[in-house]
């Protein structure tokens, strides 16, 4: 977004990382028309894109334009922010995935280096330190799917799957009779549409697993399961422990 050393450096990292033939477009824009020439961007490109933002404060007001003027996020656009400041990312109308600073060593190098400055070093370059890692929120949870029915069938699960939905309900919302509906899912994603359901219950859930210290109950509710067994024995199936010892490994982490 704006111009900046700590912004053209992780552009230029950003766009090194990219894969041979992935075409690479600047956002750009300032002043009153900022709002304007982004969106025009952004509303130019014919596919779906991803856009990796600089800081979340600018991924915040970017999901805010998109959403304000009809690009649905992540199925029109993906976001992808940095600094992972979870006041920030996790209060969104779309929670943000953010890349993670290594703050545990960006402190220890700091420390050194002022102790060396005190004793009357000098450093002339900076120390650029690597990123941990992505932390993934629902503004990259896309997939790359050519049928429009199969992303409005997901859109609805990502919305909705609080809620007690079945495939009915689903296949309602794309507009499509139930078997069509479960025949493109085992075509397109190799799975039922009752499954897909399930690992987007499931993938929330885990998100309150590291992220909070709500009960069995209060997360099964939260995630459309209906009660705590069915949660659990659900959490278990796929990632082979119980919550509570997942909650217990990831807080170890």
Known sequence: MSRDPVGEARCKAFREALPLGVNFCRLSGSGALKRKKILAQL???SEPVAVFCKSDDDAAWL??????????VPSRVALLAT???????ENQPVPLSSVNHDLERIGYEGALRLDSIINGDYFEEALLIPPTGVTKRQSTDALAIADPSIVEALNFMNTNY??????????????????????????????????????IRLNNAQHF???????????????GFCNAPHFSRSFKSKYRLSPLKYRKQSCLI
Do not use: Q, Y
């Not at 999901?63 to 649905?72: E, I, P, Q, R, V």
């Not at 009779?177 to 039922?192: G, I, M, V």
């Open 63 to 72: 999901l805010n334009l998109c959403l304000d003027c009809g690009l649905s």
């Open 162 to 199: 609080r809620r007690s939905i079945g495939t009915d309900d689903i296949a309602a919302a794309a507009a499509l009779p139930r078997r069509s509906l479960e025949k493109r899912f085992k075509e397109l994603l190799h799975k039922s549409v009752h499954e897909a359901l399930v690992e």
């Open 43 to 45: 509303e130019s490109f």
């Open 83 to 89: 600094d992972n400041n979870r006041l920030i990312c």
């Open 209 to 223: 697993l590291e992220h909070g210290h709500s009960s069995m109950a209060d997360i099964a509710a939260l995630c």
